[in-house]
């Protein structure tokens, strides 16, 4: 059965836990995302609306399934995106049936990271650099600032790899270590599945740049609009 046809989220599956995160990061409000639950024909009086966005999403997506809503909403996400947004891809596939590109980021089955179930001391609120506002005490700026200017000299480093294993794909980053070396994580270029190594993998440098400039032409469009 395709994802947009359960009728239970299912949770475990890498496809499922991808249109998670991309809901979260196209949407990041919890206004757009009730917003465009309701014009997905989605019940939300029993949703809580001022919980965390990524709780908010994950009901959203289990009353969607629920409801047999979850192909209107991706179709009304989809509907809001400029042809170019990096995201629109990813959603035709879906919509299309076919079986797109996920993140190789290890995952629970319940869709959380994997290091909240290792055996380390590791929580996720240590490994955020920052929380998701900026409410910090007066004294901890000057580290954040510190250490956002750190994150600004390496991020040209940063790029995004696209790893092919004949049928299907998957994607991770990776760090340039030197003129012709990345360095990566073993899970990113070896299948989810089955530890399989992979047949082909591109390089992109400056995808977060071309995001960045994605999201600011939407705005701009938004703004226009209105």
């Not at 809580?48 to 009304?76: E, I, N, T």
């Not at 995201?87 to 996920?102: I, T």
């Not at 506002?133 to 007066?138: A, R």
Request: charged share 20%.
């Amino acid at each position: 059965m395709a994802l947009l046809d359960e009728l239970v989220y299912p949770w475990h599956d890498p496809v499922a836990q991808q249109l998670h995160r991309t809901l979260i990061a196209l949407h990041p409000s919890n206004q757009a995302a009730v917003l465009l639950a309701q014009e997905a024909g989605i019940d939300t009086t029993l949703i809580f609306q001022q919980q965390p966005v990524a709780l908010l999403w994950k009901d959203v997506l289990d009353q969607a399934a629920a409801s047999a809503r979850l192909c209107p909403l991706v179709q009304r996400v989809l509907a809001r995106l400029l042809p170019a947004n990096p995201a629109a891809p990813f959603l035709r596939q879906l919509l299309a049936g076919e079986a797109p590109q996920v993140s190789a980021e290890p995952r629970a089955e319940d869709g959380t990271p994997a290091f909240l179930h290792a055996n380390d001391a590791v929580s996720e609120p240590e490994s955020l650099l920052f929380g998701d506002d900026l409410t910090l005490p007066i004294g901890q700026l000057p580290g954040l600032i510190e250490a956002l200017h750190k994150v600004l000299l390496v991020g040209p480093a940063v790029c995004k790899l696209t790893v092919g294993f004949g049928a299907g794909e998957q994607y991770g980053t990776a760090f340039r270590i030197g003129p012709d070396l990345l360095l990566t994580n073993w899970h990113v270029v070896h299948r989810r599945a089955d530890g399989v190594p992979a047949m082909t993998v591109d390089a992109e440098f400056g995808f977060e740049d071309a995001v960045f400039l994605q999201k600011d032409a939407e705005e701009r469009e938004e703004v226009a609009r209105l």
